[in-house]
C-alpha cells in the first residue's frame, strides 16, 4: 500500500472513531420538546419585579451623580486628564483612566473600580450610590 493510500485510510478511520454521539431530535415518547428560546411574549425581556434595582446598560449608569466629575477632577489634579466632556465617562475619561490604572499596576480597563478609585482617593461607597454601606440589599 502506497503512503498516500496508508495516510488516507487513517484519516478515514480516524474520522469515523470521533464521531459526536447523535441526539434524537424528535422529543422522547410521550414527553414534549422544550424551545431553545422563549416563545411567549411576557417571557422575553420580562423587566425586574418591584423593589429590584433596574440593569444599566452603560457602564456610567452604575456610578451615582456627581461621581464622574470627581473621578474627572481626580485624574485632572494628577495630570491625566485634559480636556473632556465635564461629568461624562467620554473617551478622554476612559483614556485617562487606562493610563493612571497603567502607573498604578492596575488592570487597564478604563472603567473606574474600585482599587483605581480609592488610589485616585475617591470614596468608592460614595461613588458607586452605596454611602449606607450596602444594607438592604
Known sequence: MSRRAALALALVVMAGACRHPQHPTSPAPGGSPKPEAPDRKEEQGVPPKAGRP?????????????????????????????????????????????????????????????????????DPERAYGREGGGEGD
Not at 457602564?59 to 456627581?66: D, T
Not at 488592570?107 to 480609592?118: I, K, V, Y
Open 54 to 122: 433596574r440593569i444599566p446598560a452603560a457602564p456610567e449608569a452604575l456610578l451615582a451623580p456627581g461621581a464622574v466629575k470627581a473621578i474627572q477632577g481626580a485624574l485632572a489634579d494628577r495630570g491625566f486628564l485634559g480636556e473632556h466632556r465635564a461629568g461624562e465617562l467620554d473617551e478622554p475619561t476612559s483614556r485617562a483612566l487606562r493610563k493612571f490604572q497603567q502607573s498604578q499596576d492596575l488592570a487597564a480597563t478604563g472603567f473606574p473600580d474600585r482599587e483605581t478609585l480609592q488610589r485616585l482617593g475617591v
